[in-house]
């Protein structure tokens, strides 16, 4: 038995096809509704931004979508959502801040201000303790932040990577932020230094790297993305292989944590729990020849496009969403503690016309 959610979100029209499919496992709303949070998600592959919460009452599926051209990499910082996307960083601020709408939303999202960097791919994106965005600039290899005069600035980049190049040397994806706010540790398909190179070594080249002390710290990956500290644990989603784990920074070791059918991408926490994305993978050659595909022979199972919740603890699937129709990958996810209903105002809607708020100094 499952709960379920057939057809356009609410907040925007009806899409005619494919129709979009949401499913849950019986006690995923549930769940969502005791955590007290919501979660936020982006599909680039289908231009969407998701905000999934409950409605009142806590018994049923609240979803909320909007378009956004190529959403990637998301973060919050309880007040503000910042999401890259396909030329700029969009900083999101909830007006509402936890007064009820009339329709029951505890959240609105407004977009605030807006940072362009052109097509530099940009993927994972941080808050850091000034406030700062920080992203991953995944066309020139480097972790950088934005600027008020140029595209970006950068503020490292991997030791193989011998200088700025708009050519996507290694595919370096994500990052994770340490307890102070600073960018702790990188995900890249490969420590190479030469354009669009990294395809070559997608099934065991991937490596994560210390930034603070520019070495790497594991090595033999498959494709790693979604790098992320939670409770002074490194964990990784060994996208290739489709295994979330841990980092064993003593060994030098990926330790695995469980199976998922689909190619990960996107991982946030709530308590002990880690919420994980998967992707169907796509028939070309950046999936093609993953073990990955070896294991879900093996395993008779079906790839899936999907959020998975997963005890840290157990390595159990507890609960679920699944994605069925147009949406078939999925690229970040996000948590949204103590925000039940969220939605977003668009760009080019009437309801950006009409929301003002004034900063009282």
Same mark, same amino acid.
């Given at each position: 038995?499952?709960?379920?959610?057939? #057809?356009?979100?609410?907040?925007?029209?009806a899409t005619p096809e494919p129709p979009l499919a949401i499913t849950t496992s019986r006690q995923f709303v549930s769940w969502l509704a005791e955590a007290g949070?919501?979660?936020?998600?982006?599909?680039?592959?289908?231009?969407?931004?998701?905000?999934?919460?409950?409605?009142?009452?806590?018994?049923?599926?609240?979803?909320?979508?909007?378009?956004?051209?190529?959403?990637?990499?998301?973060?919050?910082?309880?007040?503000?959502?910042?999401?890259?996307?396909?030329?700029?960083?969009?900083?999101?601020?909830?007006?509402?801040?936890?007064?009820?709408?009339?329709?029951?939303?505890?959240?609105?999202?407004?977009?605030?201000?807006?940072?362009?960097?052109?097509?530099?791919?940009?993927? !994972?994106?941080?808050?850091?303790?000034?406030?700062?965005?920080v992203f991953a600039n995944t066309l020139f290899s480097c972790l950088a932040t934005v600027s008020e005069t140029h595209s970006f600035r950068p503020v490292w980049?991997?030791?193989?990577?011998?200088?700025?190049?708009?050519?996507?040397?290694?595919?370096?994806?994500?990052?994770?932020?340490?307890?102070?706010?600073?960018?702790?540790?990188?995900?890249?398909?490969?420590?190479?230094?030469?354009?669009?190179?990294?395809?070559?070594?997608?099934?065991?080249?991937?490596?994560?790297?210390?930034?603070?002390?520019?070495?790497?710290?594991?090595?033999?990956? &498959?494709?790693?993305?979604?790098?992320?500290?939670?409770?002074?644990?490194?964990?990784?989603?060994?996208? #290739?292989?489709?295994?979330?784990?841990?980092?064993?920074?003593?060994?030098?070791?990926?330790?695995?944590?469980?199976?998922?059918?689909?190619?990960?991408?996107?991982?946030s926490f709530l308590g002990r729990f880690a919420i994980v994305g998967l992707s169907e993978p796509r028939g070309n050659r950046t999936f093609a020849g993953l073990?990955?595909?070896?294991?879900?022979?093996?395993?008779?199972?079906?790839?899936?496009?999907?959020?998975?919740?997963?005890?840290?603890?157990?390595?159990?699937?507890?609960?679920?969403?699944?994605?069925?129709?147009?949406?078939?990958?999925?690229? !970040?996810?996000?948590?949204?503690? #103590?925000?039940?209903?969220?939605?977003?105002?668009?760009?080019? &809607?009437?309801?950006?016309?009409?929301?003002?708020?004034?900063?009282?100094?």
């Amino acid at each position: 038995m499952t709960e379920s959610l057939n #057809g356009a979100a609410s907040g925007q029209p009806a899409t005619p096809e494919p129709p979009l499919a949401i499913t849950t496992s019986r006690q995923f709303v549930s769940w969502l509704a005791e955590a007290g949070a919501s979660l936020a998600f982006t599909t680039y592959q289908s231009g969407k931004v998701f905000l999934v919460g409950t409605q009142a009452g806590g018994s049923k599926l609240s979803v909320f979508e909007r378009s956004i051209e190529r959403p990637m990499g998301l973060a919050f910082d309880g007040r503000r959502l910042v999401l890259a996307s396909m030329i700029q960083i969009t900083t999101f601020v909830d007006a509402a801040n936890g007064v009820l709408t009339s329709d029951g939303t505890d959240a609105v999202f407004v977009p605030q201000v807006a940072h362009y960097t052109g097509d530099v791919d940009a993927h !994972d994106v941080a808050i850091d303790a000034t406030g700062r965005i920080v992203f991953a600039n995944t066309l020139f290899s480097c972790l950088a932040t934005v600027s008020e005069t140029h595209s970006f600035r950068p503020v490292w980049r991997p030791p193989f990577v011998s200088r700025l190049a708009p050519e996507d040397r290694c595919h370096l994806n994500g990052f994770a932020m340490d307890g102070q706010g600073r960018p702790a540790y990188a995900t890249a398909v490969a420590e190479t230094d030469l354009a669009d190179a990294w395809r070559e070594h997608r099934t065991g080249g991937g490596v994560v790297v210390d930034v603070a002390e520019n070495r790497i710290v594991c090595r033999g990956l &498959s494709m790693p993305h979604s790098p992320r500290l939670h409770e002074g644990v490194l964990y990784v989603l060994n996208s #290739g292989t489709g295994e979330f784990g841990r980092v064993d920074l003593a060994t030098a070791r990926f330790a695995p944590i469980a199976f998922c059918p689909g190619y990960l991408r996107g991982l946030s926490f709530l308590g002990r729990f880690a919420i994980v994305g998967l992707s169907e993978p796509r028939g070309n050659r950046t999936f093609a020849g993953l073990p990955l595909q070896a294991r879900l022979e093996a395993e008779r199972a079906v790839p899936r496009c999907a959020l998975y919740l997963i005890d840290t603890q157990t390595g159990d699937v507890v609960h679920w969403l699944r994605l069925e129709g147009v949406v078939s990958e999925l690229y !970040d996810v996000v948590a949204l503690p #103590g925000i039940r209903r969220p939605a977003m105002i668009g760009f080019k &809607s009437d309801e950006i016309r009409r929301t003002i708020s004034v900063e009282v100094t």
